[in-house]
């Protein structure tokens, strides 16, 4: 009989140890994120995901010496509808969203030589923001930076 619970407990760890890394939601496992959000994912949500998909196809050109400009519609970010409407209302938020959108208009303006490091500069505002208010998803983000040991 012991043997037995001392299996359960083993599996239940793994399980409990397997959801803490989920990257989808900032926080919530599906279960916590149906509350808030009983019809699916937020705006929110899915304008990130958005912006994580084209980051990684701008990462590519980046990479390879070109200068394309994001297609994304980053002003969204401030009337989204969020999965936690709280945690956008609040001034940590906005200014974090600020300083990403000034950091995203930078890269129109940059110079040829400063364009991977405005690049840069642009994803590691995703995850200023994201360790402030959203971890979860920050493995994630991480992919959209260039290796810096090649040089800026
Ligand atoms: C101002 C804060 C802020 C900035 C800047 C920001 N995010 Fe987010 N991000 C959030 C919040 C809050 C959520 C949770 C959205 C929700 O669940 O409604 C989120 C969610 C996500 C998710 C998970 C979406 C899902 O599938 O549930 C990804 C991926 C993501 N962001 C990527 C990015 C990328 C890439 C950038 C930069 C290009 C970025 N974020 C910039 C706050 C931010």
Request: charged share 25%.
């Amino acid at each position: 009989m012991n043997g037995l619970k001392t299996v359960v407990y083993i599996c239940l760890l793994g399980f409990l140890a397997s959801c803490s890394q989920q990257e989808k939601s900032c926080d919530a496992p599906p279960a916590k994120k149906a509350i808030y959000n009983p019809n699916g994912d937020s705006e929110l949500a899915l304008l990130m995901r958005d912006m994580f998909d084209e980051g990684m196809r701008v990462k590519e050109e980046v990479a390879s010496g070109k200068r394309p400009l994001p297609k994304w519609d980053a002003d969204a970010i401030f009337s989204a509808h969020a999965t936690q409407p709280e945690k956008v209302a609040s001034p940590e938020f906005k200014a974090y969203a600020q300083s990403f959108l000034e950091a995203a208009k930078a890269m129109e303006d940059a110079s040829p030589e400063a364009y991977r490091q405005s690049y840069q500069g642009m994803v590691k505002t995703c995850v200023a923001c994201h360790q402030e208010v959203c971890p979860g998803p920050i493995v994630k983000i991480n992919k959209m930076l260039l290796d810096e040991s090649e040089g800026l």
